[in-house]
C-alpha cells in the first residue's frame, strides 16, 4: 500500500493524520508500507494510541495554572497534594532540626478578621503535631515567640500562644502575613510545619499556601502526611 492508498484508506476512516506529530504520521506509513495484509490493523492500533497520546497532551494544556498573587507566593492549584515531611525552602537549607509532619488548615472568616488577628488551629493537629516540640520552658498561656516563613523564605514575627485555655493560635503578627499574600476565607488553605532552628534553637513555622475554589468549610479531616 503506497502513501497515497493510505491517505485514501486513513480519510475514509474520518481520521485526520495531520492532527498528530509527524513522528507518528511517519510511523504510520511506515508501517502500512511494510506489512501487506495486516496494515489496516496494525495502522489503527498506531492511530489509536496517537489519538489517546494527543487527547493526554490536549489535556495537560487545560490543566489549571497555579494561581500568582502579587507578593510573589505561589498558590497550588487543585491536584494531588501530598507535601513533604520537611518544608522546602532553599534559604532554610541545613538549618531546621527537629521538625513536625505537616498538616493542613482551611481559613475560616474569623482567621482573615483583622479584628481578630489570629490563625487558630485544631486541637487534633495541636496536640498531634505541634506540642511534642515544645519544651517546658515554653509558656503558651504569655506566648512563645516564633518566626514563620512563607515558601519564599520571608520571615514574620508572631507569638504561638493559649488562648481562652483551650485554642492555640498565631497571633502579633498574622494580621501582616495575611495582608501580605492576601488570604480568603474559606478558599485558601494552609500547610503547617513547626521545626526548631539548627543555629538559634527557637521555634519557627513555614506555611505553604494553596487556594481552591471552594465558598464553605471542608467537611473532610485535616490533611496529613498520615492520611
Known sequence: MGK??????????GINLEEFS???RAAIILLAIKHAKSDEKLAMALLERAERSRFNEEHAK???????????????????????????VQSLSGLIGACSKPFEKQLTPTDVRTDQCRLSFNKADVENFL???LYKIHDLVRGTPVTVYDMNGKECSMTFKRWASKFHVLTE?????????????????????????????????VFSLRRMPVFKLSKRGPRTNDN
Open 131 to 133: 506540642l511534642p516540640l
Open 62 to 88: 487545560t490543566e489549571p495554572k497555579p494561581i500568582q498573587s502579587s507578593h510573589s507566593q505561589t498558590y497550588q492549584h487543585f491536584g494531588p497534594y501530598s507535601p513533604p515531611d520537611c518544608p522546602p
Open 22 to 24: 509527524m513522528e507518528f
Open 4 to 13: 497515497r492508498k493510505l491517505s485514501e484508506w486513513v480519510n475514509g476512516k
Open 173 to 205: 503578627g498574622w494580621n501582616k502575613f495575611c495582608k501580605e499574600h492576601e488570604l480568603r476565607k474559606y478558599e485558601d488553605f494552609v500547610t503547617v510545619w513547626m521545626f526548631r532552628h539548627v543555629r538559634t534553637g527557637e521555634l519557627c513555622f
